[in-house]
T-cell receptor, first 111, second 112 residues
Framework: TQLLEQSPQFLSIQEGENLTVYCNSS?????LQWYRQEPGEGPVLLVT?????EVKKLKRLTFQFGDARKDSSLHITAAQPGDTGLYLC???????????FGAGTRLFVKA | DAGVIQSPRHEVTEMGQEVTLRCKPI?????LFWYRQTMMRGLELLIY????????DSGMPEDRFSAKMPNASFSTLKIQPSEPRDSAVYFC??????????FGQGTRLTVV
């Protein structure tokens, strides 16, 4: 069974701090996606990583795909209250043309 | 460009009633997905369509759930009869690929 495990489940930090959240699997993924979901809204696609070792930056967010394409990380520099939300990783299930989601990391950034 | 539009945003219904959720995907997107999100189970794919054809409905919990996509700009998810355990947020999403998704704002369903 392909599973995506995210850690930590919850994270509460002060504004200005740095943080990293993780998405791990025992299976190889052809790509991984990261989404952010704010309360009362649907998830919003942030990035797709495709190549092993790939690093993508989106302002203060840095996404990395593991060399073996089994894991990914999201690093946020100088977190702001606007970064608060549920961060989900997702990837295409190789047994069929569909996507599986991790359970998410719930981030709260205090002002 | 308008995003995925879902209606209603909130639905409260009594157990046993029929519930119909509606979705208008982004124009030009060939894939349409229906997801359900709960605290216990997270985000689960219920069914997805490609070019209006249902491709995988293995996530549909039981026969009480059905989904249709009569044309490229409209889809429905129906629950009949509804049960309290169906209470969740239901999302519709669309995409040009099967592995990325652009989500609507969701319908929060409460069955009492």
């Amino acid at each position: 069974t392909q599973l995506l495990e995210q850690s930590p489940q919850f994270l509460s930090i002060q504004e200005g701090e740095n943080l990293t959240v993780y998405c791990n699997s025992s299976s190889v993924f052809s790509s991984l996606q990261w989404y952010r979901q704010e309360p009362g809204e649907g998830p919003v696609l942030l990035v797709t990583v495709v190549t092993g070792g790939e690093v993508k930056k989106l302002k203060r967010l840095t996404f990395q795909f593991g060399d073996a394409r089994k894991d990914s990380s999201l690093h946020i520099t100088a977190a702001q209250p606007g970064d608060t939300g549920l961060y989900l990783c997702a990837g295409p299930y190789t047994g069929g043309f569909k996507t599986i989601f991790g359970a998410g990391t719930r981030l709260f950034v205090k002002a | 460009d308008a995003g995925v539009i879902q209606s209603p945003r909130h639905e409260v219904t009594e157990m046993g009633q029929e519930v119909t959720l509606r979705c208008k995907p982004i124009s030009g997107h060939d894939y349409l997905f229906w997801y359900r999100q709960t605290m216990m189970r997270g985000l689960e794919l219920l069914i997805y369509f490609n070019n209006n054809v249902p491709i995988d409905d293995s996530g549909m919990p039981e026969d009480r759930f059905s989904a249709k996509m009569p044309n490229a700009s409209f889809s429905t998810l129906k629950i009949q009869p509804s049960e309290p355990r169906d209470s969740a947020v239901y999302f519709c999403a669309s995409s040009r690929t099967y592995y990325e998704a652009f989500f609507g704002q969701g319908t929060r369903l409460t069955v009492v």
